[in-house]
Antibody, heavy 120, light 109 residues
């Protein structure tokens, strides 16, 4: 079964850091691009970042450039999102998603998400 | 980066058809066929229902169809069923090498 499972979410203070992980199984992780998408409470989907199959190319939404870093470990079939200088508006459910291509086109498999709450 | 524009809500009766529009710019929908649509039920992850503007993944009902013309993409759901009640999001690749989502449309059946 094709599956993505996010972890690493939780409560963090403003200004703090968090690293999210996304464990993949059931498909050839190393040949697909991957993305992170978040959804604030009661709000819509917001694409954050993507990484190519090899990890050589990374892509970011303008709003998060500099604070968030995407990476992947193909040997562990795991995707990561390092988030720094967190603010209240970063409170959201964070989804990882598999692309149908090697880079960025369409997201055909999604995890269930991990919740991040930024609050003192 | 500004989101694609969708109506906040649409509604229809069982058996009817509805269309949700998604307006972008010449830097996204007007330039690339990488338009996708996602269905999201409350508390669940989004599900891909249309890709490449008009193609359906295997397993998605043929009642869902998509199109693209100029800077606008559309999702049509025919023969509405109660189970179609959900939020729908359009998405497109943009020339800045990013993806951009629409604000989402709540469908009430």
């Amino acid at each position: 079964e094709v599956q993505l499972v996010e972890s690493g979410g939780g409560l963090v203070q403003p200004g703090g850091s968090l690293r999210l992980s996304c464990a993949a199984s059931g498909f050839s992780f190393r040949i697909f691009g991957m993305s992170w998408v978040r959804q604030a409470p009661g709000k819509g989907l917001e694409w954050l970042s993507a990484i190519s199959d090899s990890g050589d190319s990374t892509y970011y939404a303008d709003s998060e450039k500099g604070r968030f870093t995407i990476s992947r470990d193909n040997s562990r079939e795991t995707l990561y999102l390092q988030m720094n200088s967190l603010r209240g508006e970063d409170t959201a459910v964070y989804f990882c998603a598999k692309d149908v291509s090697r880079t960025i086109t369409h997201l055909d498999v999604w995890g269930k998400g991990t919740a991040v709450t930024v609050s003192s | 980066q500004s989101a694609l524009t969708q109506p906040a809500s649409v509604s229809g009766s069982p058996g009817q058809s509805i269309t949700i529009s998604c307006t972008g710019t010449s830097s996204d929908i007007g330039r690339y066929h990488y338009v996708s649509w996602y269905q999201q039920r409350p508390g669940k992850a989004p599900k891909l229902i249309i890709f490449d503007a008009s193609d359906r993944p295997s397993g998605v009902s043929s009642r869902f169809s998509g199109s693209r013309s100029g800077n606008t993409a559309s999702l049509t759901i025919s023969g509405l069923q109660a189970e179609d009640e959900a939020d729908y999001y359009c998405c497109c690749y943009r020339s800045s090498k990013t993806l951009v989502f629409g604000g989402g449309t709540k469908l009430t059946v």
